[in-house]
């Protein structure tokens, strides 16, 4: 019983998650759409990183598909 409390807490709290996720995803998506509706462009920039962590300028497929989600072309 112990253990199936602690599933379904963990359960809970990855749903509330995902759910967190998506809403910021809709948002982001949301002001971008709002920005280019004014006529400005977008882009994402990547400034600095950890010392000793190697940084890689090619975008996975998951960053590719996080930027169509909200609406920003990763191909240009």
Do not use: N
């Amino acid at each position: 019983m112990a253990r199936e409390r602690q599933v379904d807490a963990l359960l809970k709290k990855l749903l509330q998650t995902i759910e967190v996720s998506l809403s910021a995803a809709d948002a982001a998506r949301d002001a971008v759409q709002e920005i280019l509706r004014r006529g400005a462009d977008t882009g994402i920039f990547f400034a600095g990183s950890k010392k000793g962590v190697t940084v890689s300028s090619e975008l996975t497929t998951q960053d590719k598909e996080f930027l169509r989600a909200v609406s920003i072309k990763p191909d240009r």
